[in-house]
């Protein structure tokens, strides 16, 4: 059975940072992508990174470029999210999933098979 469990959410002030982790329990992490995503109350589920198997790729939503990285470590079965520059539209609760075929990371939230409960992000102005 695979779990995802997400920790490193919090309270931040504008302009400061955290970094998230999604742990993957079973043997099927390092074989396929994984995504982080994020969703306010009331609103859809938005992408903001996915990254290859390998990591070797990783895409970001515009509004992550350049503050945000995403990135894995197979041999922990974790993935990363290390954001920075923080704004108060960054708070939400962020996701992360794992898709379940082997393909390149997507983009949508129907590429993934596999998600965590969440972890809540605020950030105060």
């Known amino acids: 059975q695979v779990q995802l469990v997400e920790s490193g959410g919090g309270l931040v002030q504008a302009g400061g940072s955290l970094k998230l982790s999604c742990v993957v329990s079973?043997?099927?992490?390092?074989?396929?992508?994984m995504g982080w995503f994020r969703q306010e109350p009331g609103k859809e589920r938005e992408f903001v990174a996915s990254?290859?198997?390998?990591?070797?790729?990783?895409y970001y939503a515009d509004s992550a470029k350049h503050r945000f990285t995403i990135s894995r470590d197979n041999a922990k079965n974790t993935v990363y999210l290390q954001m920075n520059s923080l704004k108060p539209e960054d708070t939400a609760d962020y996701y992360c999933?794992?898709?379940?075929?082997?393909?390149?990371?997507?983009?949508?939230?129907?590429?993934?098979?596999?998600w965590g409960h969440g972890t809540q992000v605020t950030v105060a102005s």
């Open positions: 079973g043997d099927t992490f390092s074989k396929f992508a």
């Open positions: 999933a794992l898709d379940g075929q082997p393909r390149p990371p997507g983009v949508r939230s129907g590429s993934y098979t596999y």
């Open positions: 990254i290859s198997w390998s990591g070797e790729n990783a």
